[in-house]
């Protein structure tokens, strides 16, 4: 494998378009960066998925992202982070890899308080992973754990204020809340679009960590320690890679992205 260099791509990979958020927040904090989205479309979703078929598919998508020249990959899937990262690692060899686990743990254990709670996918949340890590760098701090499986579809489907997504929320939310939370992980690409309504629904004094942020800023440092970041001198792009274009792609694609997405390259293994 070539040494990765400053003028290649990232690589940022999700099960579907949810990793746009991570996009989005790559393109915001490093505008100069390269990007290769790579989101599994036609196998979308894996939050429900064994841990055994993310793990096979993950390997697919690193080594087809490493044959694409990648210098960085980002998982920007929470699921495939919470049980699939040391395949993924292995992978990669001499590629620095980030993950919104990582990223999102980092800012929780940072913070003043000590009381966490944090939303994910049934396999995320099962995995234990999100609270593994903060023990790891933090470990006085309580983790509250709740799986919020519906949250999923209510974003895709665009129901970002409704009625329907604000009970589901006081549903989901009531037995973190009660453990008197400071911070609130949102440890989903999808969480992201539901800021406002979780901000009230959990309350003002409760501190919400957005992975998606968390990831761009690890990835900043990490570009700069490596001596990989883009120099400018070549203009950004960024090229969106997805196994299926399903219907509605393009309007929920673009919510996630927050703009328009460009060309969209579709591969079948
Ligand atoms: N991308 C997944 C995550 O962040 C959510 C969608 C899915 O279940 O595949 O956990």
Redesign the pocket.
């Known amino acids: 494998m070539n040494a990765p260099a400053s003028h290649c791509p990232i690589g940022v990979f ?3 378009v ?2 746009l958020t991570v996009v989005r927040a790559l393109m915001e904090r490093l505008p100069l960066e390269s990007i290769v989205y790579f989101g599994d479309t036609a196998r ?5 998925k064994s841990v055994a078929t993310i793990e096979q598919y993950a390997a697919q998508i690193v080594d087809f992202l490493l044959r694409r020249g990648v210098k960085m990959l980002i998982v920007a ?3 495939m982070a919470a049980v699939a990262l040391k395949t993924i690692a292995a992978r990669a060899g001499n590629i620095p890899v980030i993950d919104v686990i990582e990223a999102g743990a980092r800012t929780a254990a940072d913070g003043q308080g000590g009381r966490i709670g944090v939303i ?2 049934p396999t ?1 949340i099962n995995s234990n992973a999100y609270a593994r890590r903060i023990h790891a760098l933090a470990p006085g701090a309580r983790v509250y754990s709740q799986a919020c499986p519906l949250f ?1 579809p209510l974003v895709e489907e665009g129901w970002l204020d409704h009625p329907v997504t604000r009970l589901t929320a006081q549903e989901y939310l009531r037995p973190v809340l009660a453990e008197d939370i400071d911070s609130l992980v949102l440890g ?3 969480y992201p679009l539901l800021k406002p309504l979780l901000r009230d629904v959990a309350g003002e004094g409760v501190r919400l960590i957005d992975s998606a942020l968390t990831a761009a800023e690890l990835a900043a440092v990490r570009l700069q320690q490596a001596g990989l970041a883009a120099t400018g001198a070549e203009p950004a792009a960024c090229r969106y890679i997805v196994t299926d274009i399903p219907l509605r792609f393009q309007t929920i694609g673009e919510r996630f992205l927050g703009r328009s997405l460009g060309e969209i390259e579709r591969v079948d293994w």
Do not use: A, K
Request: charged share 5%.
């Open positions: 999700d099960s579907g949810g990793g979308v979703p894996y939050g429900v899937c929470n699921t994910g996918t995320t999923v989903c690409t999808h």
